[in-house]
Every structure is written in structure tokens, then in C-alpha cells.
């Protein structure tokens, strides 16, 4: 277990960051029905929302690029290029079509954000759209940074984004927690030497108990507790 710091440990953690996708929201059925369209474009089957949910989580090109070769189709660079645009402007009109706050996710944020708790958004889906979901949902006030995959540092399963976002607040890696659902994020927080945890029912092929996270939770309601197990442990 790492070491917290920066003090009093009734005050830890001093910020949470937060993946997007699967974490605090279900976003699967609009990336779904765009990835469809675009794969109609070019005369290609759908794509079930279990698989759409198993090709999340490393970027929209990435997305792009799995979504294409599950229908055996190779993308060259700027075919991959070229096709990612489109997909964003496609996606961008379904944003928050279908897309839902996970179980507990608003409760949660509002909750930490009384207690004086700082919080984060760090995803890899583009900043602007993150921005216009958080505000949708009317929690944008409650967000003290949002760190997207356009934003600059290298995206997950980097360390980078995670380190940009405390630099921002002025906080230390030891004031941190870090709660994702999938491989990218586990393992970001592990090079970060960020404490984190991760949640049940996100999008990833790895079972959730093989991520290596400190802890593993069934929902976000659990994540009170969690923290004060954590805190006991150190």
C-alpha cells in the first residue's frame, strides 16, 4: 500500500479524480449508435453494444480503429485519420442521447464536493465532449479540473494526465485517489504511484479483479467506505 501524505490523514484524499467513461457514466449506447453510422458509411455491419462497450477506453481513434478491424477492415494512417474525424462529428451529436450517470455517481459528487473535497475528471474521450456531457448533467460546478484526451499529455495508460491534473491543483500524488474501471486507468494510476480503485460493471475485457488495484468496488456507493479502509491500511 502507498504512503499518503500532505498531512492530516482525516483530510485524505484532498482530490478525486475520476475516469468518464464507464466510471461515472454508462456513454456505451450513444458510442454505440455513432460507431454504427459510421461503419454504415461504408457499407459495414453494426456492431453489438457488447462489443462497441469491449473497444472503449484508449481514445476515439482507438475506438475507430478496433470498430473497422472487428469487420476485418485495415485502416492505413491517414484513412484512420480521416475516419476519426468523422467520428467525432458524428459522436458529437450524441453525446447525451442515451448516455446516463452511473448508479450513485451525482449523489457521490455532490456529496464530496460539500464535504471540501477537490474533484477531477481524467478521460481520454476529448475535453470539449467531456465538458458538454459534466454539464449536462449539471455537475460542472462540482469539477475543479477536467483533463481529456486532447488536452496534452500523453493519454492513458500513461501517467501523464494524472500528474497534469494535480501540477493544476497544486497537490501531490500522495493527496490523491484515483477511481477508474479499466485497464487504462488502473495501470495509469499504478505508474503514477497513485493510491486507486477501481469499479465493477465499466468497460474492459479484464476481469476486474486482475486490473491490480488497490481496491475493487461493486458500485460507487461503496466508495465512502472504501476510503476508510484504504486509510486504515496505510
Not at 17 to 45: E, Q, V
Not at 81 to 89: E, G, I, L, P, Q
Not at 97 to 103: G, N, R
Not at 219 to 228: F, T, Y
Amino acid at each position: 500500500m502507498k504512503k499518503f501524505g500532505g498531512g492530516d490523514l482525516a483530510v485524505w484524499p484532498k482530490v478525486i479524480l475520476f475516469d468518464l467513461d464507464g466510471t461515472l457514466i454508462d456513454s456505451a449506447p450513444d458510442i454505440r449508435a455513432a460507431t454504427n453510422i459510421l461503419l454504415a458509411k461504408g457499407g459495414h455491419a453494426e456492431l453489438s453494444l457488447d462489443e462497441v462497450r469491449s473497444m472503449i477506453g484508449n481514445g476515439v481513434k482507438k475506438l475507430v480503429q478496433r470498430a473497422f478491424a472487428a469487420r476485418d477492415v485495415a485502416l492505413d494512417d491517414a484513412e484512420l485519420n480521416a475516419t476519426t474525424d468523422s467520428m467525432m462529428k458524428i459522436y458529437g451529436d450524441h453525446l447525451v442521447v442515451h448516455t446516463v450517470l452511473m448508479p450513485h455517481a451525482d449523489r457521490l459528487i455532490r456529496s464530496y464536493h460539500a464535504m471540501g473535497t477537490k474533484l477531477g475528471i481524467v478521460t481520454n474521450k476529448p475535453e470539449g465532449f467531456s465538458s458538454q456531457i459534466v454539464d449536462h448533467f449539471a455537475l460542472s460546478d462540482m469539477i475543479d479540473i477536467k483533463v481529456g484526451g486532447d488536452t496534452g499529455p500523453d493519454r492513458k495508460p500513461a501517467p501523464d494526465m494524472l500528474f497534469y491534473a494535480l501540477k493544476q491543483l497544486g497537490l501531490d500524488v500522495s493527496q490523491a485517489l484515483f477511481v477508474g474501471d479499466s485497464p487504462a486507468d488502473i495501470d495509469a494510476a499504478r505508474a503514477a504511484g497513485m493510491t486507486n480503485i477501481a469499479v465493477r460493471g465499466g468497460y474492459t475485457n479484464v476481469p476486474v479483479e486482475e486490473l491490480g488495484a488497490d481496491m475493487v468496488i461493486d458500485s460507487l456507493n461503496a466508495l465512502p467506505s472504501a476510503i476508510e479502509s484504504l486509510m486504515e491500511l496505510a
